[in-house]
């Protein structure tokens, strides 16, 4: 089996759900850079709208042509301006639509330091089954949604997602 680098995403969007808390600056979350995509939370018991990361740029020559995907790897690095209060509330692969299993933790993000979750693996399709052509598509990546706990007025950080995938020739 064989493992692409990690890749960021070429575009990235907040995306409506529900009319619920936006993204600031979501194009800040397509490098490891300390700069943030935001999402504020006002009410509490809520989540946000999507933070859509797409187009991350694989080609045949990262994974050949007809090669079976075996598995999808990504990182989130995130965190928030409390402890104890914010945690995904979905997380899906996407592929022109969400695909497969919603891979949200429940596990809070940390406080005031940014530290990267990983989701999927070598041998973990994530609920669904791609392609080659699917993962070098342009429309091809993740989208996620925060939530925030029985408190007001809180912030989620997402400094980078990265993507990389196992395949066999």
Not at 71 to 86: D, K, L, P, Q, W
Request: glycine share 8%; hydrophobic share 35%; net charge negative.
């Amino acid at each position: 089996m064989a493992v692409t680098g990690y890749k960021f995403p070429g575009t990235a969007a907040s995306v409506d759900r529900d009319s619920k808390g936006a993204w600031t600056n979501p194009d800040n979350a397509k490098a490891d850079d300390t700069s943030y995509a935001l999402c504020g939370f006002i009410d509490k018991n809520n989540y946000s709208d999507w933070l859509r990361l797409t187009n991350f740029g694989f080609t045949s020559s990262d994974i050949p042509d007809g090669a079976t995907i075996n598995g999808i790897e990504f990182i989130v690095c995130r965190h928030a301006n409390v402890s104890n209060a914010i945690n995904d509330s979905a997380i899906y692969l996407y592929d022109d639509g969400a695909v497969g299993n919603n891979l949200a933790s429940a596990t809070y993000y940390p406080y005031n330091t940014p530290t990267e979750a990983t989701y999927g693996g070598a041998t973990n399709m994530c609920g669904t089954s791609l392609t080659q052509a699917d993962i070098v598509a342009t429309t091809f990546g993740i989208q996620l949604s925060s939530a925030i706990g029985n408190t007001a007025n809180m912030t989620a950080y997402v400094d980078y997602i990265k993507i990389r995938v196992y395949y066999t020739e």
